[in-house]
C-alpha cells in the first residue's frame, strides 16, 4: 500500500509534537514537512527531546509548505481560520487540532468567543471530531475539527445519557481537574514552577468556551444546561471530568450499565471502569498517559437522584493528537487502532 | 497567669502532632502527658519528626493519663465515645477531634454511619466545632467537638448564603480536592506512592460521612441537599471545595460580596480571596500550609443563576488541630489568635 | 513464524507487570502463563490495571506451569535461586530478573548478600543481561540474569571510561537518584504518600549491593572502587545516575565524544546527550518514561581533572522488563527493538 | 525596648517575601519601607499573597528610602555593588543578601564570577553571614553578606571535618538536590511547569558560584577542592546535599559524632539526625520547610574510607532570609532565635 503524505503546520507545540510522534510510528503515514517559524530549519527534536534518534524531520517555514495528501493544522487558536482557504489549496483533505472550526453555528461561536468568526460560511463544511459521535461522517469527510480536551472527557462521559434522555438536561453540573500541558508551551508567571506546583487553582470557575462544545453535541431535543468549572492541579497530562447528573427517574447500576454498554460496547477506545474493590475502581487519568483511551466510570448517590459520572483521558491523545490520528485513521479507511495500540503504564 | 494543665490523649497520628507542635509554642499552656500505645515511653519526635529538640516530652499509655485542666482526644473514631465517661472524670473540659460527637441528632448519625450511637445522650453535650458558627456557645462549653475538615471547609465556603437564604436549599453541587494526610498515618495499598502519586482518584464520589454535618450546620429552615463528591489528588496536606449553588435571584458581585463581608467582616481566620488578576484569584490551599485560615472566593456564572464558590483550608490545621486550638482559646478567654498567628509560605 | 511459547512465573508486581505489557505486543510471542499466589484465577488486570481490555489473561499459581519455550522469573530477589533446578526442567531457556544469577563470583556475593549463595555452582551458568556488554554471549545463552536498574545506569555510564582506561578506576563517586517504583509494589510505613511524597530521602548512603554489579562489569585490570549512594526522590519511575570520575590527563570534550561513540555509536538503545542550549542539555529520566534507551551525558569540570557523567534510564524499562525483552530478542534472533520501539513523550 | 527601624531594598521577590514574612512577626523591628520597582504603590500582598491581612505595607520606589537603623538588601546579584554607597548613607548597618560581597579574596570573586569586582577595597567589610562560623565577628559588625544556600548547606555539613582536618581537604564530591524557589520569581522556558515538573536536571554539573565561597570557609591550611555539582528535582523549597568526604584514619560513629558536639552541641539551628530506625533516619528538607534549621547527618560506608554527610535546610530559610534575621538578632544583641521559632511541619 503506498503511503499517505501528510504534513503539519504547526509542529513545535506540545499538540504537534504528540502527533508527529505518532505519525512516525503509523505504519501507512509518511510524514513529508512540520512546520514552525521559531525553529525553522531546526531538527524537531529541539522541540520534542523525546524524539532524538527517531528521525532526520527538520521544521521548515509555514511559507514553504507544499502539497501534500492530507494536512494537520496545530496552529493556536485563531491561526488556522485566517488562512483555511491557502490550506485548502494544499491538501485535499484537513484536520484541525485549533478551536477554529469545532462549532457549526455562528451565534454559538460568537457567544462563547466573544467575537465574529473570520469565515463562517465554512463552519459546516467541518465534521467534529469525536469518532464515537460522528464516525459515519468521518468515512467521507474532507475536513474534520478536532475536539477540545476538555470538552471530549465531559462529552464522552455524558453522552449516552442524553441520548437515552434519563437524565434532567439543564441540571448538570461539571467540574475538570486538568494538567499543565493544558495551557501549552508558552510560559508565563502562573506556569512558573514554584507557583504552579501543589497548587490547586480555579483558573476558570465559569465562562470555559469548551462548553459550547458541550451544549452542541449533547443537544437531543431538550435545553442543555453544563455547569462547568476548570480547576488546574500538580499534573503535567490528564483531565479527570467528575459529571453530577440527576435522574429523572430512580435507576440501579444495571440500568446505567445497559445504556452504556449499549452505546460504548464495541466502541475500541472507551472502557467502562466501575471496580468494587481495589485501587483503581473508576477512571484516573495517570493510568491513560500516552494511551488513547476514554475511561468512563460512574456512581448512584444512595441518599438522592444524583448520578456521578468519573471520565478521564489523556489531554494529548485522546484530547488532542490522538483523537486526530483515530479520526484520520476513519476516512483513511485503516483500522481505527493503527498507530493508538498503546495500552497506558502503571505504576506511573 | 498560671498555664492551663493539658493532656492529649492519642497524640501519635497526623492530627495530634500538629495539636502538640501548637501547643509546645502556646504561652499559657503547660503540655502535661501525650498518649501513644505503640509508642509508649518513646520521645514525641519518633512519630513527629519535626519536633526534634522542641521537647523532652514522652508518650505515656492511655492507662496512665492522669487528670489534667483539659483533655484534647485525636483517638481514631469510634474509641472517644467508648471511653467518654472515663475521660469526663479526668478533665472538666474536652476537645475531641475525632466524628464521635459532631452529629446532634442521632438518626442523622445513623444514617450516615451505618450504626447506632454508643452513647447518644451525650450528643446535645457538645457545641459543635466551627467557632465561626458557635462562638458563643463555645465560651462557656465543656465539651467541643472539633468539625471534619471537609465539613469545615464547604460549611465556611456556604453558611453566609445559607443564612440569607439567597440560593436554593437542596441544588448545592460541592467537590473537594483533597490531599493524602486526609487519611491518617496508617498506610495501606492505595496509599502506597507509586499508586498515590499523580492520582485524581474519586475515592468518594457519594456518601461521604462529612455531608451529615453539612446538613446540621446549613439548616436554615429549608431543606437542605449537598451533592457532595471527593476526590483525592496529588498533595499531602489541604482541602481546596468547589462548590455550585444556585442563585434565587439575580445578583451581582457586590451583593454576594456584602454577605460575606456581613457574616465574616470580623472573623480573624476567615479572608474573602476574589482578585481581577495576578496568579491567585482565588483561594488556595497551598498558601494555607501551617496557617489556620480558612480562604473563601466566588465567581458568578455569567451564563445562568450559578454562583461557584471557592473555599480552602489546611486540613491539618483549620480542618483539625489549628480549629481545635482556635475553640481552645475561646472557651479559656484568650486572644482567639494566640499560637495560632502563621499567616502561611509563599512560594509553597 | 511460529510464535514463541514465554510463561511469566512472579507477574504480578511492577516488573511482571511491565514484562507482560511489552510481550503483549511483541509479534514474535505467545504468553502461555502468568504466575501470582495471591491473585491466583483472577485476570491480569487486577494487578495491572492499564491492562483492561488488552487481555483475557488470569494468573495461575507457579504449581500450574506448564512447559514452555522460555521462562522469565520475576520473583523476589532470593526465591528463584530456590527452585531453579524446577524452573530448568520446565523451559530450556530462562531470563531471571532477579538479582540471584547476577554475580559469577561466590565471594562477591557473599560479601554484598551477607549471607551464602544457594546454588552456587550455577553463577557461571548466567550470562549478565547488560547487551551492551554481553551481546555476543547472549546470542548462545540460555540463562540470562537481568541486571540491576541503579547497576545499568551507572555501568552504562562509565563503561566506556572504564575500558578505556583513561580515568582513575577506584576514585569514582556515584549518586543515583531513583524514584519509588523501584521499591516495588509492597507498601510499608515508608513508602506511605505523606511520608514519601516530597522525600530527598538518603534510604542508602553506603552498603548498596547493585555496587558488586558495578564491580564485575567495569574490571578492566585495575582496582575498582565505587563509591555509591542512593536517594529517593517524588518521582515514581526513572534513575538518574551523577558520576563523578577523575581523569589520568588531560582530555577535552571530542577526546569523550570519540569514546562514547567507539563504544556505542552502533547501539540502538543508547543516546548521547549533552547539547549547548535547551532545557534538556543532558539526560533526564522523565523523557525516557515507558522506553527502553539509555541516555548518556557528560561535563568537564573547568576547575579540575573531574568528568561528570550523567545516565539516565526508566528502571522498569531499561532497568528491569526493558531490558529482559531486549536480551531475549538477541538470544532469539529477533531485531532487537522489536517490541521496544516507544520513544518516551514529552512533555511528561 | 524601642522597636529597629528596617527597610528592606528589593522586597518582591521570594527572599524579600519571606523576610518581610519574618519580620513582621518579630517583636522588636518595625518595617519601615519596603521596595520594588515593579509593584511601587501596590499592597505588598499583591507579590506575597501569603500576606494576605497580615500588614497594610506598600510598595515604593528604591528612589524614596529613607534612613533607617538597618537596611536588608534583597536586590538581584549585581545591583548590591553598584549602589553601596548611597545604601552605607541610608543605614549605619546593612545585611546583604545577594552575592556581591560574599568573598574577601578578589581573585577568588574573578574566578568564580568570569568579572572584575566593581567595588573590591569593600569586600573585606563584610563579615561572610554563617552564624555557626562567624558568630563574634557579627556581634559588632556592621555590614553582614549572607551566605549563598547551597554554600550554607554544604559548609554546615562539612565544616567541623574540615577544621578537625580528619579527612583529605582536596578529595571531596557534593551534590546538592535543589528546588525551583532557588532560581527566583522570573519565569523562563526552563520553569514552565510541563518542564520543571518531574524533572532530575543537571542544571550545573560543574562551575557553581558557590564552590568560590565553600574554598574560602573550609580553607583550614590545607588546600581545598570541592567537586561541586547541583541537580535540580520536583520540588519548591529545600535543598539537600550529599557531600562525600574521605578519612584520612580510620574511624568510627562515635569519633564523628564527637566532633559535630564539639562544634555544634550548643548551636540553637542545627540538629544532628542520625538514627536507626524510622522513615526520617537521615535529614530531609520537607521537615524543615519554614523552619531555619539546617540539619547535618552521617554515615560512614563499611567497604571503604569514605564518610558521607548529609545536610539539609529551606534555601528561603536558613539559606535566606532566616539566616539574615538569625545574623540580624545576634548583631543587635537579641536572642538569636527571635522570630524563628517556628519548628517545621511534619507531614509536608
Redesign the interface.
Known sequence: MSKIQVSIAGGSG?TG?ELL?LL??HPHVEICQVTSERLDGKPVH?A???????TDLKFCSLSELKECDLLFLCLPHGKAMQQINEFKKKAERIIDLSADFRLNDTALYEKYYGKKHVIPELLNDFVYGIPELHREEMRSAKYISSAGCNATTTILGLYPLYKHKVIYAD?T?V?V?V???EGG?A????????????????FM???HRH?AEMLQELNFGEPV?I?F?A?S??????V?A?S?VFLKNKMEDKDIWKIYRTEYGNEPFI?I?KERD??????????L???NYCDV?F??????N?L?V?S?IDNLMKGAAGQALQAFNIMSGFDEKTGL????????
Not at 187 to 202: D, I, K, L, T, Y
Not at 233 to 238: F, S, Y
Not at 341 to 348: K, Q, R, W
Open positions: 506540545y509534537g510522534r512516525l510510528f529541539k520534542h527531546p523525546n524524539l532524538r534518534k527517531q441540571q453540573v467540574e481537574k494538567g499543565s500541558s508551551n510560559f508565563n508567571a502562573s506556569s512558573h514552577h514554584p507557583e504552579r506546583a501543589g497548587c490547586v487553582r480555579s470557575p465559569a465562562g462548553v444546561k455547569h468549572s480547576t492541579i500538580d499534573m503535567i497530562r490528564g479527570l467528575t453530577h472502557r471502569v481495589g485501587i483503581y475502581r473508576y477512571p484516573e487519568p495517570k493510568l498517559m500516552a494511551s466510570g456512581e448512584i448517590d444512595p441518599h438522592s444524583r456521578i468519573i478521564a495500540e498503546f495500552p497506558g503504564l502503571h505504576p506511573v
